[in-house]
């Protein structure tokens, strides 16, 4: 495979070493206007908007992945293996499986579950446990802390369902997951099989436990900026 790939429109040297991938390209433009300086845009093919800018003068860049682990397993594939992204940080938003977990808390997923199959394609004899980079990790959870936000370190679970049949979500709750999204698993796994380094933190954007929980606007952007910053700062 070469450059340009068949998802992404940009030159070699176009990224950063590191990247921060939103679910949705409008906040990866969001990202970009409102943190980076210097923005300039790499990518729009299919509107998954990636910009490298600089913040506090170290170069970085923010591309989407779009939904789901399909979805996100193409793009951080594509930045690691054809663009020389070393890390990947995705910043996205969970259902809390966790009952101590509420709206705006932050998750850092150290591990991801999965209810998918992405990594049989490794063909491995036993089950693969996907991981966040131990440095990434242990960064963010230093900025976590300086942040003052609340925040957990832990299991996720990476669904390929979002409207689950089963409503299957919180029997993870015993295993003490901690919270529900869709991209995470693949984003390790890929990082894990081409030699990189991958964290995601996410916001809790609704609660599996509180169903009644609701967060104002104000509310949704002032924890998805304080995850924004840990993001940039490790970067
Ligand atoms: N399920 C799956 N993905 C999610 C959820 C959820 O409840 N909330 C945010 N991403």
């Not at 300039?40 to 170069?59: C, E, F, P, S």
């Not at 930045?79 to 932050?106: M, T, W």
């Amino acid at each position: 495979m070469s450059i340009p790939t068949p998802h992404i429109n940009a030159k070699l040297g176009d990224f950063a070493e590191t990247v921060l991938m939103p679910g949705d390209p409008k906040r990866s433009k969001m990202i970009a206007e409102k943190f980076l300086e210097d923005a300039v845009l790499v990518n729009d093919v299919r509107g998954v908007q990636g910009y490298t800018g600089t913040y506090k003068g170290k170069r970085v860049s923010v591309m989407a992945s779009g939904m789901g682990q399909p979805a996100i397993g193409i793009y951080s594939y594509e930045l690691f293996a054809f663009y020389d992204v070393k890390n990947i940080i995705r910043i996205g938003s969970c259902g809390s499986i966790d009952p101590e977990l509420h709206l705006q808390d932050i998750v850092i997923a150290q591990g991801a579950c999965t209810n998918g199959f992405y990594a049989s394609q490794y063909k491995l004899p036993g089950t693969f446990a996907p991981i966040a980079s131990y440095e990434l990790l242990e960064k963010a959870v230093n900025e976590a802390r300086k942040s003052g936000a609340n925040f957990k370190v832990g299991n996720i679970l990476s669904s390929d369902t979002f409207y689950d049949d089963a409503q299957s979500g919180l029997d993870w709750c015993k295993m003490g997951v901690l919270g529900i999204e869709m991209e995470s698993a693949a984003l390790y796994c890929n990082a894990a099989r081409l030699g990189k380094n991958a964290l995601c933190i996410c916001t809790v954007s609704d609660s599996l436990n509180h169903p009644d929980e609701v967060m104002t606007a104000e509310e949704r952007q002032e924890s998805l900026l304080k995850m924004i910053e840990i993001a940039l700062e490790i970067a």
